[in-house]
């Protein structure tokens, strides 16, 4: 199957800081990416829409300020936490939508621990 | 937007016995029910799906049914075994390309 590769895998920072999370395609296109997060023992809360060339489509209730999507390539969108916070804590899963397969693929997940 | 709600939230069941895992949704456009495995700290892994223009699908032990008109689709597991414990989630889906509406979850522990 396809292969989608998140970087870095985990990581842990400082208050205040921020942290950029990179979702590639592997072995395909992907126009559009989605980003997701998951809490501990919670279900995967969609939390934005990335689209390839264009500006990203936030769910409700997510800060789009804060959480900078940029999808500047065929094969890779990044997530931007700002000012990470406690609270920021989090499992964040992005998956690549193959246009031509119509299916999509989750990456592995990053763990972010802020401190 | 779409609301998905399973049940059970955890389920325990003897190796060799039958898990049933029920999903309700709420939009009528949603076409896609994908199932996904998630073991502790990975990626979800898609295990079975079914498109709106079937009942029913099977894949070895593990079965899909989808009642479109009560809005509700079940993942039948039969002859559990230890591995298959693990977390699972339902999702809906306009289509399998579309962003996804997860469930809460169903922590299923097959024990020997």
């Known amino acids: 199957g396809a292969v989608v590769s998140q970087h870095p895998s985990w990581v842990i920072c400082k208050s205040g800081t921020s942290v950029k999370i990179e979702c590639r395609s592997l072995d395909f296109q992907a126009t559009t990416m989605f980003w997701y997060r998951q809490f501990p023992k919670q279900s995967l809360m969609l939390m934005a829409t990335s689209n390839e060339g264009s500006k990203a489509t936030y769910e409700q209730g997510v800060e789009k300020d804060k959480f900078l999507i940029n999808h500047a390539s065929l094969t890779l969108s990044t997530l931007t936490v700002t000012s990470a916070h406690p609270e920021d804590s989090s499992f964040y899963i992005c998956?690549?939508?193959?246009?031509?397969?119509?299916?999509?693929?989750f990456g592995p997940g990053t763990r972010l621990l802020v401190l | 937007g779409e609301n998905v709600e399973q049940h059970p939230s955890t389920l325990s069941v003897q190796e060799g016995d039958s898990a049933v895992i029920k999903c309700t949704y709420s939009d009528s456009a949603s076409n896609y029910f994908p199932w996904y495995k998630q073991e502790l700290g990975k990626r979800p892994q898609l295990i079975i799906d079914?498109?709106?223009?079937?009942g029913e699908k099977k894949d070895q032990r593990i079965a899909v049914t989808l009642n479109k008109t009560a809005k509700h689709f079940s993942l039948h597991i039969t002859e559990t075994q230890p591995e298959d414990s693990a977390v699972y989630f339902c999702?809906?889906?306009?289509?399998?390309?579309?962003?996804?509406?997860f469930g809460k979850g169903t922590s299923l522990l097959v024990t020997p």
């Open positions: 999702a809906a889906s306009i289509y399998s390309g579309y962003a996804l509406n």
């Open positions: 079914i498109r709106s223009n079937v």
């Open positions: 998956s690549a939508r193959d246009s031509v397969q119509e299916t999509q693929y």
